[in-house]
């Protein structure tokens, strides 16, 4: 059974901080590279941050550089995103995915529920 369950999401007031996790259980982390994605509130979903298998490459939306910071712990399955400065549009549901890799058939995609993220004064 995959899961993915994310934790961490709440309510900060603008230039707070928030700390994601995303849990996976049921495939092959290590080889999977794992995204980080949001839905804002009258906008299309957008990815946010993703990592390869080891860290070695790390893609952020140009809106969270420098204040968003993606990892993953390979030995706990657990892909983290650390938001710092928040503003007031990085208020949205937050989701974790998992997508395997090139040589991997069948392919597939894996989502958790999300976590909401409401940045307000």
């Known amino acids: 059974q995959v899961q993915l369950v994310e934790s961490g999401g709440g309510m900060v007031q603008p230039g707070g901080s928030l700390s994601l996790s995303c849990e996976a259980s049921?495939?092959?982390?290590?080889?999977?590279?794992m995204t980080w994605y949001r839905q804002i509130p009258g906008k299309e979903r957008e990815l946010v941050a993703r990592?390869?298998?080891?860290?070695?490459?790390?893609y952020y939306l140009d809106s969270v550089k420098g204040r968003f910071i993606i990892s993953r712990d390979n030995d706990k399955n657990i892909v983290g995103l650390q938001m710092n400065n928040l503003k007031a549009e990085d208020t949205g549901v937050y989701y974790c995915n998992a997508v395997s890799p090139a040589y991997v058939e069948p392919p597939y995609s894996y989502w958790g529920q999300g976590t909401q993220v409401t940045v307000s004064s």
């Open positions: 990592v390869t298998p080891f860290g070695e490459t790390t």
């Open positions: 049921g495939f092959t982390f290590i080889i999977t590279d």
